[in-house]
C-alpha cells in the first residue's frame, strides 16, 4: 500500500520561500512519476507540478512557472517543491500525488494521494 507523507509547509510572507518534501514508501519509487496539487478553501483542486521517474521530465502549471521547482531524490524516495517569490493566491493545502507508470504526460492520473501540507502566503 502507498503511503505519501507531505511535509514543509507553514507561514511565509509574501516574497518568500518554502520547500515542501512528500516522502513516499509501499512502491518502487523511481517507476511511478510524481505531482504536486494544490487546494485553495472554496476552489478545485488544482495541478501544480509533475516529474517524470527519472526526473528528466518537468512541468509546471503556468502560474507557478518561472517560481516553483519540482525535484525528486530516488534513494531517499523523496520528492520536493521548492516554492520561491510566493504570493497571497499561493495560499492553500498542497497535496503529493503519485501516478501508474514512470512517464508523465499532460493530463495524466495520479492514483494515490498524501493528506495535504497547508500553505499561507501572508501579504
Known amino acids: 500500500q502507498v503511503q505519501l507523507v507531505e511535509s514543509g509547509g507553514g507561514l511565509v510572507q509574501a516574497g518568500g520561500s518554502l520547500r515542501l518534501s512528500c516522502a513516499a514508501s509501499?512502491?518502487?519509487?523511481?517507476?511511478?512519476?510524481m505531482g504536486w496539487f494544490r487546494q485553495a478553501p472554496g476552489k478545485e483542486r488544482e495541478f501544480v507540478a509533475a516529474i517524470s521517474g527519472s526526473g528528466s521530465g518537468t512541468y509546471y502549471a503556468d502560474s507557478v512557472k518561472g517560481r516553483f521547482t519540482i525535484s525528486r531524490d530516488n534513494a531517499k524516495n523523496t520528492v520536493y517543491l521548492q516554492m520561491n517569490s510566493l504570493k497571497p493566491e499561493d495560499t492553500a493545502v498542497y497535496l503529493c500525488?503519485?501516478?501508474?507508470?514512470?512517464?508523465?504526460?499532460?493530463?495524466?492520473?495520479?492514483?494515490?494521494w498524501g493528506q495535504g501540507t497547508q500553505v499561507t502566503v501572508s501579504s
Open positions: 500525488a503519485m501516478g501508474e507508470s514512470r512517464w508523465y504526460s499532460p493530463g495524466a492520473d495520479f492514483n494515490s
Open positions: 509501499g512502491r518502487t519509487f523511481s517507476m511511478h512519476y
